[in-house]
Structures are given as structure tokens and as C-alpha cells.
DNA sequence: TTGAAAGCGCTAACAT
DNA sequence: ATGTTAGCGCTTTCAA
């Protein structure tokens, strides 16, 4: 392996120089930077990114946290994240957390072990203490979640209240009065928020909010599907869903097809995320499209200010979604 | 930031000792080890894996190049790798090449900077000499597609001919006799083989390859949807389709029922991959199931083995793959 | 504008 | 079983 020596000893300067040609070029005088180039070109020399990284207690590399990849919202930050990162020659590794704590505190030891810069985080299930801890000395940044106490963590995600309160307005202005809500997990902050959106738009327009049309579901297919039995098992069934994903309403609508009850004309069914395969479901689902992507380049910006040691504030930042109407909604009732 | 000097220095022992304790805690007299390891916990010492990194010039990381994370398919592989990356204390790091010659370049840079102790790649349409140099000197690893010439790098994939021509031979024994294919890009191995096997099950059958009945392409939805449309038009249209990829199924199975044309009523479609949807979509997809997660685990244990310097045949190994018999090819015509 | 030289923290060969 | 010691290749301070 050609060595940052060799390339100064056949230059005749040394290595100090050559390191400044690859750093500060600009310090160098025009002649001794060019013959410098000339040797490295020659020697095809590329510099030792291990010894540099040591030296400078540095990686260029990022984490990013998440419970699996095969979910394709974290792909699509993933994708956001990636882009910013390249930009400035930053590296992205993956953490799995694969639901299991300890895997998330190994991949949090990344961060002390300073095998990475900094963190971004694409849930905000992890050990809370551990993470106020973290938080004060390394960079870190949550994306798309949110956690319990506010301002502990710069974080990137939208106003999941505002849009369930918009999506679930929408179906009232159709007609529907008999509204169910099926939930994600009440220990996400997200979930939370998503419900209180749908409660709240119930209750501005004067509706009543029905317990038995509260069903709680986390997030996935079958969840959704069971939950939709529940709710067609009612002496009044609603006449409108809203599903807090887009996994859980197409559960849903599979359920409804299964008992032989039609989506969108005998019962409307809303979800939240908008998927890629959203719009091929059939009936193509209507739900809130989130900035996937843009969510991902805005939490590694912020990461990077960070890292470069500027002053964060730990800010919730809120990027505008929007609502996508395609069939599942059906059209006015009336 | 504690140092192993603190620790040996605490610990009344030399850095050395201390090394051992982390290393190789065998050769370490037993009570020494507990008075070391008492003080590494007392000071919270975490060892520098900078410096560890580049005293050994490993990464202990691995490199792995893709064209999009968003494909499912990729994902998928992605899991195996990570599962297996994990157990043995590697790191996966992402390489979108977004199909940009110049961004594949600068992956593989990573490679001969030795930022990476390996690379697992997921696609083989990269610079062909450039792979060819690599693979010599470095661990490389390639799943799922194949390299023109064969043996320049070890291979995990399945066997699409033979995958292809089960299929098709499907749709022959349930009474089909116009059967048409949609292929991937030609210029990619898979997608050739894939055409074979089609090509090789209706000639094994005595049944015409009509020149018409061939399209080509890309695996992405929208091309399965312009090439049915295409095949819809024909004189004589196909009563069956083999589709290189289940994306170009369900594009394919729109079209059709754009055109008023049932699926399987009226044509029968037939997919490859078995992404998540596959099961979803109406009718569900009928297809052929890769083990990516098996693709995913068997390659990295593969270029573990390369990294560790074992000799290795750049042989082709072909996985398992099942024919999931779903809704969309129909039932037996007569 | 350039060079000399001191490390960064760890590992491992060698010595004891 | 443990210690001594010589670097790994680079960056950067200080001096010239």
C-alpha cells in the first residue's frame, strides 16, 4: 500500500505537505501542490481513511435507528437520509433494533464507542434514561416519532394530529357520522396523536365519541384485519373508518371484502402514510402522504449542524403532508 | 475520555495486560483479569475503536451496493445480510448506487480505501473491468444477479432458468398454449435466463415461440402495464403471462383490468419474487418465492469467509426457491 | 511556504 | 503470565 510517505519522499517535501495539498490546498504554493498531485496520480496513492479517522476522532459515519427495514416509511427515509449524507460524504449504518432492547442499547454503544458521529433515530422506542443521557453528549436526532418528553431531541415529523383531525373531516363532510378509529400502539406518542386528531374532529362537528368504535391495533396488516371483525361485529356498525396506517387499512378493507361488505359503497376506509402499493390496492386507498423523503434530508441536515458543533435547539420541526383522496373514501353520501 | 493507559495504570498492570483481558481473556491469569475488568467498569472505559480499527486496518464493517433500498427485494436480502453481519460483530453500511455509474465508482472506492472490509452486492450492472480488478484483491461478494463471466466472484442466487421454466410449465399443464413473457432488461443475466426457461418449457411442450409474444421490460410496474396493453392488442393475444417480476405482473394485471379483461378469467398471470404485495393484490399473485433472507445470510457468511483469507471458488450457489400457486394463473381451462 | 517531530490509542512481537 | 516497546499512517503545532 502506497504510503503518504512514499508519495512525499518522491515529491521531495514532506508528508506534512502533502497532507496539507489534501486538506488545505489552498496554503500550499501553486508549484509544490502540483508536483505533489503529480506523484499521487502516479502512484495512485489514496489516503488511509482508518489512520485519518483516528487521528481526527472521526468517522464520517452515521447510524440509523430503526425496529426494521422492511418497512418501506423507514426506506424512504432511509433514501432522504442517504441523499443529504453523500452529499457531504457521510456514510449511513444500519441499526436493526428488530424490537429488542438490547440490540438497540448495542447499537447505542456505536455512539460511545464513537464508531459513528452521530445517530438518527426512526423510533422513539428506547430506553428513555439512556436516551436523555446520550442526547446531551452525542449528536442525536428523531425522525417521524416522537418521545414522551419534549425537547430532549431535535426532532423531524409531521402534525400527525392536525392531519388525522383533516383526513377524519373529510369523511364527516361526506356524510359520515359513525366514525371508527382504528389506533396504533398508546404508548406512541404518534398514535396518541393521530387518535386525539380523529377525537377532536368528532367533536367539532358535534359527534358523539363511541367507545366500542375505538379498536387498537399496531400498525400492521392483521391488526387491522381483526380489528375491522370487531368493528363489523357491532349492533351498529360505523359507515366510515379511520385507520392510523396504511398497513391497517388495507386489513381493513380485506376484512370488509372477506364478510362481503364493499369498500368504498357500504363502508369508507381511510389509512395514513401512503405507501408505495397504496395507490394499486384496490380501491386505491386515501390517506395522508408524509414527506418520507424530505423528513430523512432535514433530520441529517440537522444532524450534521451537530456534529459540526453548532448550537441546536431541541425543536420539533413540521413538515406539511398531504391528503391524498383516491377511492377508499367514497364520494358524498348523500 | 478514559484511555487504556488509565485502566492499566489503575489496575497496577501494563496496557498490554489490559489488551489481553479484551482480546484474548484465556491467556490472562484469572485474578488479574478481575482486577481489570473491575477497573475498566469503575472507570466506564469503552476502548477506542478508532485506534483499534486502524492498528488492525480492519472495519470491521461491510460495504453493501444496491440500486435502490426502496425495493422491497433489496430490503429483504438486506435482513439476511444485517442477521448474519451482526452475530459476528460486522457492520452493514448502505451503498445506493441509484443507477449512477459515477456513484458506483465512489462505493467501491470505499473498498480500496479500506473503509470496508468487504462489499456484498445486490446488482451486477457495474463497471465489468472495474469488478473484475477488485474481485482480486478484495472480499467481494455478489447475490441474486449473476456477472456475464461467470467465476470472477463468488455468487449466491437462485436458479432462475429452472425457476422460470416450472412456471411456465405451470400454466402449460392447466391447458395454456398462448402464453407470452414480459422480461427484465436483456442485457442482465437474470433477466436472459428467466426469458430461457420460459423459452425452453414451451419448446420441451411443442408449443410455438411466437416472436410477438415476447416483451421486454424493465421490472418496474409501469413497464408490465405498457407491455399488456401491448400484448391485448395483439391479433391473436396470449391467454397466459409470465412476467420476469411481480411488480411487471401487477402492472400487467392493471392493464387487463383496465381493458375489462379478468384476471384469471380471461388471462392468467404469473409473477416472479414474491414481494410483500404479491399476497395482497387481487387476485393474489401467483408466483415464484426467492429466499432472500437465506440469499441475504449465506452471502455474508460467504465473504466473512473471504475476509478471514480462506480460499474461496468463486462458485455459483444456487438456493431454493418455491412456486407459490395463488389466485392469478387460474385454474385448469378444460 | 515548508519541514520536523510529536503524538492519537491500541496491538502484538518479543522479551522476561 | 506479564511487561516492554515499536510502530500503524496521518494531522497538526511549532519553528524555521
Known amino acids: 500500500m502506497t504510503k503518504m510517505s512514499d508519495v512525499a519522499k518522491l515529491?521531495?517535501?514532506?508528508?506534512?505537505?502533502v497532507s496539507r495539498v489534501l486538506q488545505k490546498p489552498e496554503?500550499?504554493?501553486?508549484?509544490?501542490?502540483?508536483?505533489?498531485?503529480?506523484?499521487?496520480?502516479k502512484l495512485d496513492?489514496?489516503?488511509?481513511?482508518?489512520?485519518?479517522?483516528?487521528?481526527?476522532?472521526?468517522?464520517?459515519?452515521?447510524l440509523v435507528v430503526m425496529p426494521?427495514?422492511?418497512?418501506?416509511?423507514?426506506?424512504?427515509?432511509?433514501?432522504?437520509?442517504?441523499?443529504?449524507a453523500t452529499k457531504s460524504g457521510y456514510q449511513v449504518i444500519l441499526g436493526n433494533t428488530m424490537q429488542d432492547e438490547q440490540r438497540a442499547l448495542g447499537l447505542i454503544n456505536h455512539l460511545k464507542q464513537k464508531q459513528v458521529d452521530g445517530m438518527i433515530l426512526l423510533t422513539a422506542r428506547l430506553d428513555m434514561n439512556e436516551l436523555v443521557k446520550i442526547s446531551k453528549e452525542y449528536s442525536v436526532v428523531l425522525v417521524s416519532d416522537f418521545l414522551e418528553n419534549k425537547n430532549v431531541l431535535p426532532t423531524i415529523?409531521?402534525?400527525?394530529?392536525?392531519?388525522?383531525?383533516?383526513i377524519t373531516e373529510h369523511l364527516i363532510k361526506l356524510g359520515h357520522?359513525?366514525?371508527?378509529?382504528?389506533?396504533?400502539?398508546?404508548?406512541?406518542?404518534?398514535?396518541?396523536?393521530?387518535?386525539?386528531?380523529?377525537?377532536?374532529?368528532?367533536?367539532?362537528?358535534?359527534?358523539?365519541?363511541e367507545y366500542g368504535y375505538l379498536e387498537k391495533g399496531d400498525y400492521s396488516f392483521q391488526?387491522?384485519?381483526?380489528?375491522?371483525?370487531?368493528l363489523m361485529d357491532l349492533k351498529c356498525p360505523p359507515t366510515a373508518v379511520v385507520a392510523a396506517s396504511d398497513r391497517m387499512a388495507m386489513g381493513a378493507v380485506k376484512a370488509a371484502k372477506k364478510k362481503g361488505v364493499q369498500v368504498p359503497n357500504h363502508i369508507a376506509i381511510v389509512g395514513f402514510d401512503d405507501i408505495e402499493f397504496s395507490k394499486l390496492f384496490e380501491p386505491a386507498l386515501t390517506t395522508v402522504a408524509q414527506p418520507f423523503f424530505e423528513m430523512g434530508k432535514k433530520a441529517m441536515s440537522i444532524l450534521q449542524q451537530q456534529i459540526a458543533g453548532e448550537q441546536i435547539n431541541n425543536d420539533i420541526i413540521l413538515l406539511k403532508s398531504e391528503l391524498k383522496i383516491r377511492e377508499s373514501c367514497g364520494f358524498n353520501l348523500k
Chains 1, 2 share one sequence.
Request: aromatic share 6%.
Open 177 to 209: 357520522t359513525k366514525i371508527a378509529h382504528i389506533s396504533g400502539p398508546l404508548d406512541m406518542s404518534m398514535s396518541r396523536d393521530r387518535l386525539s386528531g380523529y377525537q377532536k374532529a368528532l367533536m367539532d362537528h358535534n359527534l358523539p365519541i
Open 68 to 84: 426494521s427495514i422492511l418497512n418501506n416509511v423507514f426506506s424512504q427515509i432511509i433514501v432522504g437520509i442517504d441523499y443529504e
Open 157 to 166: 415529523a409531521i402534525d400527525n394530529m392536525k392531519e388525522s383531525y383533516r
Open 223 to 230: 391488526s387491522g384485519y381483526d380489528s375491522m371483525l370487531s
Open 27 to 41: 496554503t500550499v504554493k501553486e508549484e509544490t501542490k502540483q508536483k505533489v498531485l503529480e506523484v499521487i496520480k
Open 11 to 17: 515529491a521531495q517535501v514532506s508528508t506534512a505537505t
Open 45 to 62: 496513492y489514496q489516503p488511509n481513511i482508518l489512520a485519518r479517522n483516528f487521528r481526527r476522532l472521526e468517522t464520517k459515519t452515521i
